[in-house]
């Protein structure tokens, strides 16, 4: 997974673990990652994200039930950009043809794997029979600041599938918080890094890793993620440095 600006990458990681571990450490990476405008009204305010969580939901969810896992040592890719973000995996239409030939409304779900489809569905992760895509396409729709040229695009050759989902035009206020941390989105995980640190400010990513048990590696790239958001800073060097919580 990768966050990048214009061609270059700004933040990446790789998970491994289980289809739901793998499912979660995506939302959690696309979260941290993109930006949740807001608008202040009269009695209070409305969020304006840059993606429709339920279109990334599902996106991420068509992709791991309908890639070919007999592809060893291939994977599932999401990159975010400036603009949209893109999920590629493995293994073209399952009966051989194009999507970008077909109506999306009309496209019938072969499944390529029907027990994890099964399984997503009890969870209540995706939607009933074939309407995956089109859901996609109206969470997206209802977003402010939806216009005909940002409905996602799905493209396939016989070895691949990729959806493009284009980033909402109307994400006001992003940044701003108000003197207040709560005014940004934080994961679970972000939260606990936060008060770790107002706890000890010289601690470092191994200790946190290991006390939240998860990779060093998650832990630098919420690091980036809180760095990005101007909610933490570093000062010092990396031995002796201490961790900065921006009110």
Not at 3 to 26: H, P, Q, S, Y
Not at 49 to 69: C, G, Q, S, T, W
């Amino acid at each position: 997974m990768g966050w990048k600006g214009k061609g270059r990458c700004i933040n990446d990681a790789e998970f491994t673990g289980n289809v739901l571990m793998l499912l979660r450490e995506a939302m959690n990476f696309v979260k941290s990652n993109t930006k949740r405008g807001w608008e202040k009204l009269p009695d209070g305010r409305k969020n304006k994200p840059e993606y429709a969580e339920r279109a990334v939901l599902e996106a991420m969810v068509n992709h791991f039930i309908h890639r070919d896992y007999t592809v060893m040592g291939s994977e599932v890719h999401l990159d975010i950009y400036d603009d949209r973000l893109t999920v590629t995996s493995p293994g073209g239409m399952y009966n051989g043809l194009l999507i970008q030939d077909l109506d999306i409304a009309d496209v019938s779900s072969e499944r390529r794997n029907p027990i994890l489809a099964n399984v997503m569905a009890q969870l209540d992760y995706m939607e009933k029979r074939g309407s995956g895509l089109t859901r996609i396409c109206n969470e997206t729709k209802a977003l402010e600041g939806y216009k005909d040229e940002l409905k996602p695009v799905f493209k396939s050759t016989p070895t691949q599938f990729q959806t493009i989902i284009f980033a909402s035009t109307d994400t006001p206020n992003v940044g701003d918080h108000d003197g207040d941390v709560t005014e940004t989105k934080l994961s679970e995980r972000q939260q606990k890094i936060l008060n770790l640190i107002k706890d000890s400010p010289t601690i470092t990513g191994k200790q946190m890793s290991e006390m939240l048990s998860v990779s060093q590696r998650t832990i630098e790239r919420d690091f980036s993620a809180l760095q990005k958001i101007g909610v933490l800073k570093r000062e010092g060097k990396d031995n002796d440095g201490i961790w900065i919580i921006k009110k």
